[in-house]
């Protein structure tokens, strides 16, 4: 809420922040999302990394791998049909998801098209909360439903800040409309 003696300070990702404006607070108020960006950023940085460098998770059957698990989770997944349609590839399946979780965290860590990453991680958070971790119970012992959570405030916000969406904005706010040149 704003009052008549007080004013709004800087912007972040588009909304104007109360109390935003010089000084430490100001300063933190700006860099909130920062610690959240990071962590989601190498955290499925890691995890396409890990699916892509696991022999065992990338094959069609055995210990380990997408194919048992896939099979392991049909019956209870809230969205069988997701399972099915990757049960028809589970190789090509498990190539897609860790090459998304790269996208993902390759574009939320350096900030480039911050709010579509962190939708694409929105997305894949959902996939696997509806397939995967759907049966754990009680449901907050599972994680990929705070993983979607976790997502929603760098959809709504972006990377405003310390990304190359901020430098491109910003170089188009210094050059004009133009992109490059």
Do not use: C
Not at 55 to 64: D, E, Q, R
Request: aromatic share 8%; net charge positive.
């Amino acid at each position: 809420m704003v009052h008549a003696n007080r004013t709004i300070g800087a912007e972040l990702g588009g909304v104007a922040v109360e109390g935003s404006g010089a000084g430490a607070r100001g300063r933190l108020g700006r860099h909130a999302l920062l610690p959240l960006r990071l962590f989601l950023g190498a955290t499925f940085l890691y995890a396409g990394i890990d699916k892509l460098l696991d022999p065992a998770f990338l094959a069609p059957s055995g210990s380990g791998s997408i194919g048992d698990m896939l099979r392991q989770v049909h019956d209870t997944a809230a969205l069988p049909q997701l399972v099915d349609l990757a049960q028809k590839s589970p190789v090509g399946f498990g190539y897609a998801i860790a090459a998304g979780e790269l996208a993902v965290g390759l574009g939320t860590l350096v900030g480039l098209l911050g709010r579509l990453a962190a939708l694409g991680g929105a997305l894949i958070s959902l996939s696997l909360w509806l397939t995967v971790s759907w049966a754990t119970t009680p449901y907050y012992y599972g994680n990929d439903l705070a993983y979607l959570m976790a997502w929603v405030p760098l959809i709504l916000a972006g990377t405003p800040m310390l990304s190359l969406d901020a430098a491109w904005s910003h170089r188009r706010r210094r050059h004009g409309t133009q992109l490059f040149g």
